[in-house]
């Protein structure tokens, strides 16, 4: 389902034993007992991988491009201040939300101002979903507008079918 290359190894490794491929969709998209139950699933498979061995990664960093929280979006995120790139539960213990949409998280006052001018259309407009893991990213990017894509042309290809009147 997801081509090779695109989703990181213990990402995809999870999407061939799990039955679903999660993608953050806002807060209102799964329920918390949902979240909760996808997100112990989906990090259980990401566990047996890291068991496996066959990935020298450190665990951190496999977790980081894996786990996924009660909302689907990355378990350990990344301060979103420009450049920076600490990694929670690697850099920094906790990445601090903004207290105003309580998705975007910084690790410092410094990095959240300094974010402000590009953040400030997104935290009002409440559009916002959860911080992606990079494989989300990427399959969200690639895969599901080539999906739409071919249900665009199942649709044409169906309505040129159409018997003429
Ligand atoms: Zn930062
Ligand atoms: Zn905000």
Known sequence: MVPS?????AFAY???KADF?????????VSKEEGTELSDVWN????????QGSDERPRVEIERAAKINTHCG???????????????????ERLSLCSKCKIAVYCSR?????????????CSSGSRVE???????????HVFPALWKDALN??????????EK
């Open 74 to 92: 990355a378990l350990f995120r990344v301060c979103e201040g420009p450049s920076c790139g600490k990694l929670e539960g690697r850099d920094v």
């Open 5 to 9: 290359g695109l989703a990181d190894p």
């Open 131 to 141: 911080q992606m893991l990079p494989s989300q990213a990427a399959i969200q990017e």
């Open 44 to 51: 259980g498979f990401v566990d047996e991988y890291i068991a």
């Open 14 to 16: 999870a999407i061939s």
């Open 110 to 122: 410094t990095c959240q101002a300094a974010s402000w001018k590009e953040h400030k259309e997104q």
């Open 21 to 29: 491929c999660p993608i953050p969709r806002g807060r209102s998209f």
């Open 154 to 163: 199942l649709t044409h290809h169906v309505l040129s079918k159409a018997p």
